[in-house]
């Protein structure tokens, strides 16, 4: 039988992690991603506002994913090209990065601040993964609260996306995209 020196022992140690477990980690499921390229028809732009993210700094790990298909254009008509020629997003319908943000020191996000960080990690698009390396922002609120911003630019022919035969000469193989994460902690 078990003393209640030992008992206490037990249940302080059974509920420590749970008292620190998420005091390191920050979420959002309505971080935004839009991107815009210059056709010779005209500016196309696009956004998704439904893009999750977890970001650890214990571990510097971040992983952001979102449905190909949530993103919203002016014209319907670009989105079904969009999703069904471009993107075939039936057969790929997620786009990821899993990674990890480089430079962090312990307390960095205790106290309000602007950083510049690298975000190092893995870009999946159209089931095609590929190694990346961006500056990124993070703005630290004095509520506690943590903004992320990554401007980087994406190749279509990276991902083995293929522009339909009709597009080649409007579209870009360059697109830029903004991505803007406001996370909370947990």
């Known amino acids: 039988m078990f003393s ?3 008992t206490t ?4 140690l059974m509920v420590l992690p749970v008292l620190s477990y998420g005091q390191d980690r ?10 815009g390229c210059d056709t010779k028809m ?7 506002r439904m893009a999750t993210s977890m970001f650890d700094t ?7 994913s979102m449905l190909v298909k949530a993103f919203e254009f002016e014209k319907a008509a670009m989105q079904h ?23 962090l020191a312990d307390g960095i996000f205790s106290k309000p601040d602007t950083l510049i960080l690298l975000v190092a990690g893995d870009l999946t698009i159209h089931g095609k993964a590929r190694k990346v390396v961006e500056r990124s922002q993070w703005v630290v609120g004095a509520d506690g609260t943590v903004h992320a911003y990554c401007r980087f630019k994406v190749l279509l022919s990276d991902y083995d996306i ?24 947990l």
Do not use: H, I
């Open 42 to 48: 005209g500016d196309v732009q696009a956004v998704n």
């Open 81 to 103: 090209q969009f999703n069904n020629e471009l993107m075939e997003s039936d057969l790929f319908p997620k786009a990821t990065f899993t990674g990890r943000v480089l430079g």
């Open 58 to 64: 214990s571990t510097a790990s971040l992983e952001v």
């Open 162 to 185: 293929r522009v339909p035969t009709l597009l080649k000469d409007v579209l870009s193989n360059e697109v830029e995209v903004l991505l803007a994460l406001d996370y909370e902690k």
């Open 26 to 35: 920050y979420f959002t499921r309505t971080g935004e991603l839009s991107f």
């Open 9 to 12: 022992a037990l249940l302080v």
């Open 4 to 6: 209640t020196r030992c």
